[in-house]
């Protein structure tokens, strides 16, 4: 199983990125995709999660209505749309994959997930 994500970089405060998730090695509809996140010398706090379907998305406080989560079942991708950055965006953004049926409650607890990215970072400048 791998999931490999790309599209990070370097971006001014305000600006917009789009990450990718593309996973190989399992049955893509089957399973959940949650991005998490983490900035130096703090833990790992989730971003946004989308359902197998697509049909339902969860998105942490700190970027609801900035960030928005779709899918392409058809090349197993996932996409995480990042608009109006902040400088505390800043960090190594990681997909992660779940076979499991997601909730409000549970889609960000990172033990619901069983396969990670290596992560790409992303860097907003002020």
């Known amino acids: 199983v791998q999931l490999v994500e790309s599209g990070g970089g370097l971006v001014q405060a305000g600006g917009s990125l789009r990450l990718s998730c593309k996973v190989s090695g399992l049955t893509f509809d089957e399973y959940a995709i949650a991005w998490f996140r983490q900035a130096p010398g703090k833990e790992r706090e989730f971003v946004a999660a989308i359902s197998r379907s697509g049909g339902s998305t969860y998105y942490a406080d700190s970027v609801k209505g900035r960030f928005a989560n779709s899918r392409d079942n058809a090349k197993n991708t996932v996409y995480l749309q990042m608009n109006s950055l902040k400088p505390e965006d800043t960090a190594v953004y990681y997909c992660?994959?779940?076979?499991?049926?997601?909730?409000?409650?549970?889609?960000?607890?990172?033990?619901?997930?069983?396969?990670w990215g290596q992560g790409t970072q992303v860097t907003v400048s002020s």
């Open positions: 992660a994959a779940s076979p499991r049926t997601l909730y409000s409650g549970s889609a960000s607890d990172p033990r619901e997930y069983d396969y």
